[in-house]
């Protein structure tokens, strides 16, 4: 027979839920799709109770998939067997990812413009998809170069997530990679 009430979750999972839950309902993601993707992100669970932590582990994340992307396209690019039509376009893409990947740091974590930062990550995205969809019907794009693109929104999601909750919770104080606010100094 099952007891009539489940235990209360430990303080810990409490924070989880909480924290993973306010990062995820700010990520503009379907909720699972961000648990997911945090999932994805080694050692984000150890993460659970602590901003500064996660940010650091999904700005990574990012960055790492970002500079992957960037590759992905360069070797494309870089192909004896790509048309030279296409080479623009894709160097383009190239670049962007590239270029992507410095806007996603936790330096100045909580500041106000960090989200204006990492929204210029996402408009380099949409730089490459505008080029994409010029060379779309030349059979480039295959499903895997999609589903990486679709990997990078949903970490660029779920990074945007972590920094308007930090916003909030750091009430626009910005946290340095030292992981205090930026007012004191660093010895």
């Known amino acids: 027979m099952a007891p009539a009430f489940a235990p209360a979750p430990s303080p810990a999972a409490a924070a989880a839920t909480n924290l993973i839950g306010e990062v995820c309902r700010k990520s503009n993601i379907d909720v699972t799709k961000c648990i997911e993707t945090l999932q994805s992100i080694p050692e984000a669970a150890s993460a659970y109770d602590d901003i ?3 940010a ?17 396209f360069s070797a494309i690019q870089s192909s004896k067997d790509a048309n030279p039509k296409l080479k623009p376009s894709l160097e383009l ?5 590239s270029d992507a990947a410095i806007f996603f740091t936790p330096r100045g974590l909580g500041d106000v ?14 730089n490459c998809d505008s080029e994409l969809a010029k060379i779309r019907n030349a059979g480039v794009v295959d499903d895997s170069i999609s589903a990486a693109i679709q990997k990078w929104r949903d970490l660029y999601a ?5 920094i308007l909750y930090a916003e909030d919770a750091f009430k626009g104080r ?5 992981g205090d606010d930026d007012y004191s100094p660093d010895y």
């Open 56 to 72: 650091e582990l999904v700005m990574q994340a990012a960055k790492e998939e970002s500079k992957a992307l960037g590759t992905m």
């Open 93 to 97: 893409c190239a670049f962007d990812y």
């Open 174 to 178: 910005a946290v340095d990679d030292q």
């Open 52 to 54: 500064q932590a996660l």
């Open 158 to 162: 779920v990074a945007n997530g972590v």
């Open 113 to 126: 413009t960090k989200s204006l930062e990492v929204h210029s990550a996402l408009d380099d995205s949409q």
